[in-house]
């Protein structure tokens, strides 16, 4: 017997053209992709060598810094041995920012890793490299792009990751999860629906509590 779960996820379509993505894109959003352009930031496809260079002095370090556990570097050279591409953003020779992006479900650019040095954040990486992932989504032919998870009923930081999220013109859909074990389901509809339970959880996988602050200016 299966048992069934909801996993929500933030989805753009990106079926429209580039300029009607561009619109549906809150305005702050748009200010910060434009900021990045004047401030010469680039953007393109990693190498081997960068991504190691991310890894260790961005993603790593911004996540533990953070409280949270990072996911190995073996399990991220394991998503680019399986179709993912590593993405970087440049501000003249230095590394500022990193996404690993990849086909999880069919038509969909699904966003695996994405991180950018709290140094820069003035430059608005961040904004940069998600306009331009949604460019790669749409050169390659994909009908969606997956924010790769949206918080039901969110409180604290959640509730700043989901307001981020909703500004790229996306919607919210719903995905399901199956499994044989009862207690694994029970176990995320309890930690979705009773947001007291969280912090308990986030402190017990050894995460900090803290605020989240998208750049509105």
Not at 17 to 30: C, F, G, T, V, Y
Not at 122 to 133: H, I, S, V
Not at 145 to 155: I, K, S, T
């Amino acid at each position: 017997m299966l048992f069934k779960d909801i996993k929500p996820t933030m989805l753009i379509d990106i079926s429209c053209s580039e300029e009607d993505l561009w619109k549906n894109i809150d305005r702050s959003r748009r200010k910060n992709v434009n900021r990045a352009k004047r401030e010469g930031l680039k953007f393109k496809e990693g190498n081997s060598e960068e991504i190691a260079y991310f890894y260790n002095n961005i993603y790593k370090k911004v996540w533990e810094d953070g409280g949270t556990i990072a996911e190995s570097f073996e399990s991220i050279l394991n998503k680019i041995k399986n179709g993912h591409k590593f993405y970087v953003v440049e501000i003249g020779l230095d590394i500022i920012g990193g996404a690993i992006v990849g086909e999880e479900t069919k038509g969909r650019l699904n966003f695996s890793i994405v991180g950018s040095n709290p140094k820069y954040s003035e430059l608005r990486p961040t904004d940069f490299m998600y306009w331009n992932l949604i460019l790669i989504g749409k050169r390659e032919n994909k009908k969606f792009v997956d924010f790769n998870g949206y918080q039901l009923n969110a409180r604290g930081h959640l509730e700043g990751v989901n307001r981020f999220k909703s500004m790229w013109g996306g919607k919210i859909h719903i995905d399901y999860v199956f499994s044989k074990n009862p207690f694994y389901i029970l176990g995320r509809k309890v930690y979705r629906n009773m947001w007291f339970i969280r912090p308990i959880v986030d402190i017990l996988r050894g995460r900090k509590l803290k605020q989240f602050a998208p750049d509105n200016n």
